[in-house]
């Protein structure tokens, strides 16, 4: 199976809570991210959290890790309709070359 | 502070010719990575570069594909005889310490 595995689409409605989740398999990973990519644009990287919290939050944007599952997830708050774009979560390993292994993305859709 | 910079943002090139894609990383950045996006897929891990060294391509196929990182200038994504199955987009990524950020990528197509 795939390192990162995400779900492929959430469609939310505006103003609601957006929970994207995701899963990996190496325990060893350090570093887990979120990056949001908007059509035809690169990557833009959201957050970070080291494999050492549990928590981090930034504005609307709060990700919750769970090591003992090996669950990452990523909630948007008050999801407007300019969070619509598709988001990949990535980890990376310590004592490697820190090179992130992604996710295939979950394409967030955002309705009125 | 510029982010990553990758150029050209769209290149054509016909069956069989080279195509070469640029990268400069963040300033202080030493750690450059290449990646390809084909359509409706998620990012595939090409190289991996420090300066002058080539730490990890072991998503780089053995044949035409090429990369360099030289003491100055960017780092170079190099294809060569180009095939319809290359057209993708290419993303470069610098990291220094914490978090690897991306350029806005090169996409190829192949005609």
């Known amino acids: 199976g795939e390192d990162v595995e995400q779900s492929l689409f959430l469609s939310v409605r505006e103003g609601d809570s957006s929970v994207i989740n995701c899963t990996y398999t190496?325990?060893?990973?350090?570093?887990l991210y979120w990056y949001k990519q908007e059509p035809g644009a690169g990557l833009q990287l959201l957050t970070y959290i080291f494999s050492n919290m549990d928590m981090k939050q930034d504005q609307r944007l709060t990700v919750l890790l769970n090591k003992k599952d090996k669950h990452l997830s990523l909630r948007i708050a008050d999801t407007q309709t300019g969070d619509s774009a598709i988001y990949f979560c990535?980890?990376?390993?310590?004592?490697?070359?820190?090179?992130?292994?992604f996710g295939r993305g979950t394409s967030l859709i955002v309705h009125p | 502070n510029a982010g990553v910079m990758q150029n050209p943002r769209h290149l054509v090139r016909r069956r069989g010719q080279e195509a070469r894609l640029r990268c400069s990383p963040m300033?202080?950045?030493?750690?450059v990575y290449w990646y390809r996006q084909l359509p409706e897929e998620g990012l595939k891990f090409m190289v991996y570069?420090?300066?002058?060294?080539?730490?990890?391509e072991s998503g780089m196929p053995k044949e035409r594909f090429s990369a360099e990182f030289p003491k100055e200038g960017p780092s170079i994504l190099r294809i060569q005889q180009v095939v319809r199955g290359d057209s993708a987009a290419y993303f470069c990524?610098?990291?220094?310490?914490?978090?690897?950020?991306f350029g806005q990528g090169t996409r190829l197509t192949v005609v």
């Open positions: 300033k202080g950045h030493s750690h």
């Open positions: 990535a980890e990376s390993i310590e004592g490697g070359s820190y090179i992130p292994t």
């Open positions: 990524a610098s990291s220094g310490t914490g978090g690897a950020f």
């Open positions: 190496d325990s060893s990973s350090t570093y």
């Open positions: 570069l420090q300066k002058e060294n080539i730490i990890d």
